[in-house]
Each structure stands twice: as C-alpha cells, then as structure tokens.
T-cell receptor, first 114, second 111 residues
Framework: DAGITQSPRYKITETGRQVTLMCHQT?????MFWYRQDLGHGLRLIYY???????DKGEVPDGYVVSRSKTENFPLTLESATRSQTSVYFC?????????????FGPGTRLTVL | RKEVEQDPGPFNVPEGATVAFNCTYS??????FFWYRQDCRKEPKLLMS???SGNEDGRFTAQLNRASQYISLLIRDSKLSDSATYLC????????????FGAGTRLAVHP
C-alpha cells in the first residue's frame, strides 16, 4: 500500500526555471491539497482540489499552477521559480467520506531556488 | 491576526513530566479541531481529534473550549519519543475538507 508519494524528494533549481512537483495517491481520495511550510508560518495552503478537474486557490496561490486530470495525481507547477519559493512542499489527501477531515500527507519535497 | 495561534516554544521538559500546550483560533464558526504531530523534517500526522467533551488517548488528553476559542493538549509522563512539533489544526466552516494549521509548538523531552 503505497499511500501518498511525492517526487522528487529534493530539487535544486535556478530563478526563472519551471519546476513541477508530483503527487500521487493510491487511495482514490476525493480531496487533494498542496501546502508549503516555512519557518514561522507553519503549513500554508497553496491549492486544493475536490475532485478530478476541480481545483481552487488556497491562501498563497501566486506563482503556482495545478491540474488534476486524474483522481490520483495532483501536480504542482512553479511557472517561473523565485527565491521566495524555496520551501518544503507537502501534498495531502483526504476522503470526503472519511472521519473528521483527516488529511494524510506525503513525505514532502524540499525545493531550493538559487 | 493569525487564524490559529500557538506558542512556538520550545518546551524543554524532563522525562516523566506533564506538559500542556494551548492554542487559540479566531473563527468561532470553525467545525472540527485536531492535534497533529510533526517530527523533524517529516510529514505531519494526525495525533488526535478534539471533542467538546474532551477526550483522552493514553497519555494524551485534548480539550476544546468553544466559548473562549481555545484548544489544549496535555501530555502526561513524557517520553523521549514525544519530542516533536505539535500542530494545532482547525477545520473552517467553508468545507472541502480544508484545514488551517497553526505554526506549531516544539517539545523537547530530555533524560
């Protein structure tokens, strides 16, 4: 049971480059989420998705793009990376039938933008 | 004002100690409440849900005070393995299974 996976786990890129972070879950959960975690801010929601082809902005969406053509995948793209996007990115999923909105997180991607 | 506020700590306690964390939330219409645990450089994981009546899971007790809009977590008989960051989490009334996370309280248990 793979659960929820993220790739790559570590990424170093340069300012202005496009970067895509992948998220894959095997539970067929309806909801998927992307967060970034920075010191002092905790987890901040970037984008979320209620189902395939349904996505919406979270608290900090600027500079990011998402898509969800299949239930199990929810890639996050940084169209033109900036140094302020250096962070740890977590993907999460939850089942609308699940208990009390529990979210299950992937292991995270550590992104450094030089 | 942040929607969920926590004391960042760190709380440095000896093994066997009892330690308590509080957090406050700003939206009185918030629906569900949780404590998540996050180990260093790892993903957050659900520790326990928090009910209005208070609930206990082994050495952990969580309480919710809706009138004052605060949530607490009590850890009894602390173990070295309890060292982690504890995230206070609130579900807003907007639905979509969204959660709002506090920045976390760091706990360090020493021998």
């Amino acid at each position: 049971d793979a659960g929820i996976t993220q790739s790559p786990r570590y990424k170093i890129t340069e300012t202005g480059r496009q970067v895509t972070l992948m998220c894959h879950q095997t539970w067929s959960h309806s909801y998927m989420f992307w967060y970034r975690q920075d010191l002092g801010h905790g987890l901040r929601l970037i984008y979320y998705s209620a189902a395939a082809d349904i996505t919406d902005k979270g608290e900090v969406p600027d500079g990011y793009v998402v898509s969800r053509s299949k239930t199990e995948n929810f890639p996050l793209t940084l169209e033109s990376a900036t140094r302020s996007q250096t962070s740890v990115y977590f993907c999460a999923s939850s089942d609308k039938r699940g208990k009390y909105n529990e979210q299950f997180f992937g292991p995270g991607t550590r992104l450094t933008v030089l | 004002r942040k929607e969920v506020e926590q004391d960042p700590g760190p709380f440095n306690v000896p093994e066997g100690a009892t330690v308590a964390f509080n957090c406050t939330y700003s939206n009185s219409a918030s629906q569900s409440f949780f404590w998540y645990r996050q180990d260093c450089r790892k993903e957050p994981k659900l520790l326990m849900s928090v009910y209005s009546s208070g609930n206990e899971d082994g050495r952990f007790t969580a309480q919710l005070n809706r009138a004052s809009q605060y949530i607490s977590l009590l850890i009894r008989d602390s173990k070295l393995s309890d060292s982690a960051t504890y995230l206070c989490v609130v579900s807003p009334p907007s639905g979509y299974n969204k959660l709002i996370f506090g920045a976390g309280t760091r706990l360090a248990v020493h021998p």
